[in-house]
């Protein structure tokens, strides 16, 4: 069992920059993969980005490419998400999630595990 908590949202000015983190219980987290998805208001669940248990394979969606960072520390049992040039089309929850396979996925039904979410507001 696995238990993700993520921190680090609020509202940024466009432009700006943010990172949250997500904090997972459990003596098996460097094993999982990781990822990050996101919901705006009134529109499906996308991909942002994922990575493999040991950081080697590293996803993103092309909407962030080039301005979302992806990292984990196994040590600290935490997944990062670096967020600059921020746009108000980033704006939505914020969800970690973590799979028991060794690669991530684009795919949201492939993680097992979801946390709660995190809020970013973007201002224009």
């Known amino acids: 069992q696995v238990q993700l908590v993520e921190s680090g949202g609020g509202l940024v000015q466009a432009g700006g920059s943010v990172r949250l983190s997500c904090a997972a219980s459990?003596?098996?987290?460097?094993?999982?993969?990781m990822g990050w998805f996101r919901q705006a208001p009134g529109k499906e669940r996308e991909f942002v980005a994922g990575i493999s248990w040991r950081g080697g394979t590293i996803y993103y969606a092309d909407s962030v490419k080039g301005r979302l960072t992806i990292s984990r520390d196994n040590t600290k049992n935490t997944v990062y998400l670096q967020m600059n040039s921020l746009k108000p089309e980033d704006t939505a929850v914020y969800f970690c999630?973590?799979?028991?396979?060794?690669?991530?996925?684009?795919?949201?039904?492939?993680?097992?595990?979801w946390g709660q979410g995190t809020q970013v507001t973007v201002s224009s």
């Open positions: 459990g003596r098996t987290f460097s094993r999982y993969a």
């Open positions: 999630v973590a799979t028991q396979q060794s690669q991530p996925s684009r795919r949201p039904n492939d993680y097992d595990y």
